[in-house]
């Protein structure tokens, strides 16, 4: 006997297979969202490897490896912002500008919150002379990083660039309480100081800097040039002598050129001398040295210093008048008219400018009691210089002494 099916069996049965065929394709669409998601975490784990692999080699000067190893974190991540970052900075620093401020671009495209992204493309930007371009993405650089002074420190030098120097004092004004502990703040407002002759503000940023930055020798030596601009010659003699001790600053001639002006300019001339006699030893062909020692052998009545110098003097630069008025000079001091008479008259060929050699030459005619000479060699330097006092006084009391005689 045949037996006939259930349709109500039968409906079930076929209900049943349609449940697991359907959780299975459900299963099987769950299984491969894990998988890929996974695959994305596993890519991104990869990714962020490399980039930190690559940046180290980029940090140690590694290039071409730091190149090859972000190419490689491009191929598994290329939305990554921070690998087109690295591969920005690579760019920059093998001088691939344009190649450079692409990947910058892209960066940010992805994340404009980049700080570092801005930055460098704003360096990009300075280096083309775009420097509108350049201050805006130094400005979002500093307001997305405002804890780094570095950042507003390249804003106003871009500032100053742009000529808006009162902005940038301003702004460094303003940030330099809130970064107290740096010294680079004070160290730009001493730059920008100096650049504007304001030297006694120039002075107490520096020495502000130097106290924040003890060890930075650099700004040691910017706060000595801006005490030696604003004369201020006891702390520059102490902070040029701090430096010219120092055997990394013992070669710097410019350093002990300043000394030697600022133990000059303090009253102490044969400090100053030891130090120019220095100088000439280590640079016998430099007659600006010559010139300086010459001069200050001169107020001490070192006759015979001076002497010497004036003459190595003429030797180096015969057509130069200052090697032959400093001899005239001692010449005139030891009364040897005629010598000193020659002097003058060579110092006035070389700088027939300059109505001072004849002013000297009409001083030693008169004192020998040539006056006619004498005036002669006034009413030269007043057709040289005719608004020069000495000459015109000189030149008035000798007609009126001859008048009343």
């Known amino acids: 006997m045949t037996r006939r099916s259930n349709p109500l069996v039968l409906q079930f049965t076929l209900a049943m297979m349609a449940v697991v065929f359907l959780g299975g394709c459900a299963n099987r669409g769950q299984h491969k969202k894990w998988v890929d998601n996974a695959d994305l975490r596993w890519n991104g784990m990869r990714a962020t490897a490399l980039i930190d692999m690559a940046q180290g080699q980029f940090d140690s000067g590694q ?16 939305e990554n912002p921070k690998v087109h970052l690295l591969s920005g900075r690579i760019a920059l620093e093998n001088g691939l500008l344009e190649r450079a401020t692409h990947h910058f671009g892209a960066a940010l495209e992805k994340d404009d919150t980049l700080a570092d992204a801005h930055y460098f493309r704003a360096v990009v930007f300075q280096r083309w002379q775009k420097n509108e371009d350049a201050l805006a ?5 500093a307001k997305l990083d405002s804890e780094h002074p570095g950042r507003i420190l390249a804003v106003a030098e ?9 902005e940038a004092v301003a702004l460094l004004e303003a940030k330099k309480v809130h970064f107290d502990q740096n010294a680079g703040c004070r160290a730009m407002l ?12 120039a002075v107490e940023n520096f020495r502000e800097a130097v106290l924040l930055d003890p060890e930075n020798m650099r700004v040691k030596e910017e706060l000595a040039f801006a005490q030696v601009a604003s004369q201020d010659w006891p702390e520059a003699v102490l902070s040029l002598r701090e430096l010219t001790a120092r055997d990394d ?11 030697a002006k600022a133990e000059a300019e303090n009253g102490r001339e044969n400090e100053a001398r030891t130090v120019y006699l220095n100088l000439t030893r ?3 062909g430099d007659v600006n040295d010559w010139i300086r020692l010459g001069e200050v052998c001169w107020k001490i009545e070192d006759l015979g210093g001076a002497l010497i110098a004036a003459n190595r003097t003429i030797n180096l630069a015969p057509k130069r008048h200052e090697g032959y008025l400093l001899a005239g000079l001692v010449w005139q001091k030891r009364e040897r008219t005629h010598e000193a008479l020659q002097m003058f008259d060579a110092a006035a060929k070389a700088a027939p400018a300059n ?9 030693a005619l008169q004192k020998n009691d040539r006056l006619a000479a004498a005036a002669e060699a006034y009413r030269e330097a007043l057709r040289r210089s005719p608004d020069d006092t000495r000459a015109l006084s000189l030149l008035t009391r000798l007609e009126q002494g001859a008048m009343a005689q």
């Open 282 to 284: 280590r640079n016998p």
């Open 63 to 78: 290039l071409d490896l730091a190149e090859s190893t972000i190419r490689d974190a491009a191929a598994i991540s290329p």
């Open 249 to 259: 600053y013992a070669h710097r001639n410019d350093l002990w050129r300043a000394l």
């Open 158 to 166: 871009t500032l100053v660039t742009l000529d808006r120097t009162d």
């Open 190 to 201: 001493g730059h920008i100081h100096v650049m504007e002759g304001k030297y006694a503000q």
């Open 137 to 141: 993405d130094y400005q979002a650089a």
């Open 355 to 363: 109505p001072t050699p004849v002013i000297l030459r009409g001083i």
